[in-house]
């Protein structure tokens, strides 16, 4: 007898098609239904739990897997397309994957902060970050250079105040 004999497996649930003559129709109502049904439709249409994010991202993904499930979702080849275009952008570094690109400042942004009396000068290049002439990989490794002790960059530079995410 095996070790998982008299259990069942978990169900996988069944997600409806949807009809392409009722995507305009939903779409118009995740704009106003309010959020326990948006969460109630998330759940019919991805069969899991919603994630705990905001109405405005629960709206768009429910937007766009109604038309997945109507219409189709992105073809193999296409999905395979935007990874590659996306490891030519980052180069595979999941840290820079993580940094999304509107918080980081433009390239040639000049950076100023006062410390103890001292002002120091930073600029923001497309890659990484020079300090007195010198490239650095990050804004915490400046903070650190400055004060000797180990601090936040973005916060330090005042790009991100204390406790935000």
């Known amino acids: 007898m095996t070790r998982n004999a008299g259990r069942t497996a978990a169900a996988t649930p069944t ?17 106003t239904a309010p959020i326990a049904e948006l969460k109630e439709q998330w759940r019919q249409l991805y069969g899991k739990e919603p994630p705990p994010f905001s109405r405005s991202y629960i709206t768009s993904r429910l937007a766009y897997r109604i038309q997945e499930l109507a219409y189709g979702g992105l073809r193999p080849e296409t999905r395979a397309r935007l990874e590659a275009l996306g490891e030519q952008l980052d180069g595979g570094n999941v840290v820079l994957r993580r940094i999304r690109a509107d918080h980081r400042p433009l390239p ?8 103890k009396g001292v002002q120091h000068v930073v600029t923001v290049r497309a890659d990484d970050f020079e300090f007195e002439g010198r490239p650095y990989r ?20 005042g790009l991100r105040g204390r406790g935000e995410a």
Request: charged share 20%; glycine share 8%.
């Open 108 to 115: 040639g942004t000049r950076l100023l902060r006062e410390w």
């Open 138 to 157: 990050s804004l915490s490794a400046i903070a650190r250079h400055i004060t000797g002790t180990r601090w936040n960059g973005w916060t330090f530079f």
């Open 15 to 31: 997600i409806p098609a949807i009809p392409k003559t009722d995507v305009l129709g939903r779409l118009a109502w995740i704009q």
